[in-house]
C-alpha cells in the first residue's frame, strides 16, 4: 500500500519536473528573491504580486533537480491568493513534513513531499523554493541560500 502512495507522489512529482507550473517571469512582481542550493546546484528566482497582504500571484524560473523544480511548481500554485501569515503557517508545515514525514494538518498536493525526510540529501532541494518565498515575503534583498538556514 505505502508502495501504491508513492508511486502517485513520485508522478506528481515527476509531472510538476517536467511541466512546471507558473514557469516564467513576472516584469510586475512586487517581490522577489533567488535561491540557491550549492550542494545540488539548484538556483530558482521567486516572484510575487502583493496586493496588501495577499499574494494576487506567484511565479518562477531557474534550473535544478527535479525534486527543487516540482517544489517550486507546487509552491507557487499553493501561495497564490493566500495572505503572507497563511503562507508563513504553510511553511511551517512543509518545513516540518519535509524534516520529520509527519503532515500537520492539511497542506493538500504538498502532500507528496513527506516521503522527502527519508533522503536528507534532498531535503534542502525540496525547502529551497520555501525559503525564497519566506526571503520575499520579508522583502529581503540577499539571496537565500540553503547553506544559511537550520533546516
Ligand atoms: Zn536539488
New binding site residues.
Given amino acids: 500500500m505505502f508502495d501504491d502512495v508513492n508511486d502517485l507522489y513520485q508522478q506528481v512529482i515527476l509531472d510538476h519536473c517536467k511541466q512546471p507550473r507558473n514557469f516564467h517571469e513576472m516584469p510586475d512582481a512586487t517581490r522577489m528573491a533567488q535561491g540557491h542550493?550549492p550542494?545540488?546546484?539548484?538556483n530558482l528566482k521567486l516572484f510575487l504580486t502583493l496586493d496588501g497582504e495577499v499574494i494576487k500571484d506567484a511565479s518562477f524560473v531557474g534550473s535544478?533537480?527535479?525534486?527543487?523544480k516540482a517544489s517550486a511548481s507546487l509552491l507557487t500554485d499553493n501561495v497564490k491568493g493566500k495572505t503572507k501569515a497563511e503562507a508563513e503557517k504553510t511553511f511551517e508545515q512543509v518545513r516540518g513534513m519535509i524534516t520529520t514525514g509527519k503532515v500537520n494538518g492539511d497542506v493538500g498536493k504538498l502532500a507528496v513531499f513527506a516521503g522527502v525526510y527519508k533522503y536528507p540529501a534532498?531535503v534542502?532541494?525540496a525547502i529551497?523554493s520555501w525559503h525564497a518565498l519566506m526571503g520575499a515575503l520579508r522583502g529581503e534583498a540577499a539571496p537565500v541560500s540553503t547553506e544559511n538556514d537550520q533546516t
Wanted: glycine fraction near 14%; aromatic fraction near 0%; proline fraction near 0%.
Fill in positions: 542550493n550542494l545540488c546546484g539548484d535544478g533537480c527535479c525534486i527543487s534532498r534542502k532541494c529551497l
